[in-house]
Structures are given as C-alpha cells and as structure tokens.
T-cell receptor, first 112, second 111 residues
Framework: DQQVKQNSPSLSVQEGRISILNCDYT??????FLWYKKYPAEGPTFLIS?????DKNEDGRFTVFLNKSAKHLSLHIVPSQPGDSAVYFC???????????FGAGTTVTVRA | DVKVTQSSRYLVKRTGEKVFLECVQD?????MFWYRQDPGLGLRLIYF???????EKGDIPEGYSVSREKKERFSLILESASTNQTSMYLC??????????FGDGTRLSIL
C-alpha cells in the first residue's frame, strides 16, 4: 500500500504562471519530506526538502508547504519555465529510517 | 559533485538468466539503494545497504539479491530473470542526514 500519494498524474501550465504539485501521505511517523525532479533518460535529482518542524521552505522559484494535520504537502514553482517540464516525485521518510517512500510522480508540462 | 554510475543504460536478457546490475559511487557514501521505477507506481525500494557487507530488504525484495563487498560498489542480482522484472532500475547513494543522489538508471528488458 502506497504511503505517499500524488493523485495528479499530470499538470499542464503556461510559462510564467504558477505550478502547484500536491502530495499526501498516510504514515504519521514521516517527518522529513523531499521533492525530486526527473528528466527522461536521467536519474531523479534532489530539488527541495522540508522537515516536520517547519511548515514552509523556499529555494528560489521553488517553495514547499507542509500541513502536518492534513498530512499534505505541496510544491509551488513560480514562475514556471520550459526547463521545469519534467516528472516530479514526492518522497518521505522518518528520521530513524534510511528508507524513502516515493509517490507515483506528476508529469509537469510548461507551455510556451 | 556526486557521481553515481550505473554500468549499463540499456540491457536485454532472457528469462531464467542470472543478471547483474552494477552501481558505483565516488563520494564515500555509507548508504546505497536499489529501486525500480514503473509507470504509475513511482520508485519502489528493492534493497539498501548502510555499510560494507550489510544489506536490508526494501519493499519488494522478492526475486532479487544484492552484494556490497566494497564501500563504493553496490550490485543488484536477479537470480533467475522473469518478464515481470522488466523495468527501469535506479541506484542511489547518500551520506547520513543528506538527500539521496541517483544514477541515470538501467532500462532492463527481460524477453
């Protein structure tokens, strides 16, 4: 049973607008969350993370929001650029565990 | 920059063959991981290792084994390949308390 869920398989957004990617988790032991970005024929690359002691983390155009009570996190990309077209994976772990649990991914397409 | 190298980008094997996938990292990371990526399922952990000669089962270890004889190298072994093991295989490594770094993957087809 998947403990991390990305319910939107795809997202299409116009260049310059905001992309919002959503992720839900079921395991209350998760306290560390990451987003990875993956281009075709390449491995995933780390994008941004957030610890459960925070509710927001920002890095340039990328912001991750965490709502612990709802077991929900989101990634905002502002403004979206054509190079942001990729598959985005949400991942989660607990601090006493080496393992990451991944969502199924959301394919983002940024239209010119 | 961290480099995780997987020995093959594409591999075609036959059912029943023993298949070896190799992964090497150059950053002295303690932890290494093997995942498979399938459409609609994301990345699923097969095995991981937190030290030389140490291994732990992930979520889907059946039909696979691993070997970590040296810190920089982590091998995934398909003991007797089957068609349902056709997939993209991804290796990752990390230092404790840091994000995982991934290789570019091996697309394995079992005919």
């Amino acid at each position: 049973d998947q403990q991390v869920k990305q319910n939107s398989p795809s997202l299409s957004v116009q260049e310059g607008r905001i992309s919002i990617l959503n992720c839900d988790y079921t395991n209350s032991m998760f306290d560390y969350f990451l987003w990875y970005k993956k281009y075709p024929a390449e491995g995933p690359t780390f994008l941004i993370s957030i610890s459960s002691i925070k509710d927001k983390n920002e890095d340039g155009r990328f912001t991750v929001f965490l709502n612990k009570s709802a077991k929900h996190l989101s990634l905002h990309i502002v403004p979206s650029q054509p190079g942001d077209s990729a598959v985005y994976f949400c991942a989660a772990s607990s601090s006493n565990d080496y393992k990451l649990s991944f969502g199924a991914g959301t394919t983002v397409t940024v239209r010119a | 920059d961290v480099k995780v190298t997987q020995s093959s980008r594409y591999l075609v094997k036959r059912t029943g063959e023993k298949v070896f996938l190799e992964c090497v990292q150059d950053m002295d990371h303690e932890n290494m991981f093997w995942y498979r990526q399938d459409p609609g399922l994301g990345l699923r952990l097969i095995y991981f290792s937190y030290d030389v000669k140490m291994k732990e089962k992930g979520d889907i270890p059946e039909g696979y084994s691993v070997s970590r004889e040296k810190k920089e190298r982590f091998s995934l072994i398909l003991e007797s390949a089957s068609t349902n093991q056709t997939s993209m295989y991804l290796c990752a490594s990390k230092k404790t308390a840091q994000p995982q770094h991934f290789g570019d993957g091996t697309r394995l087809s079992i005919l």
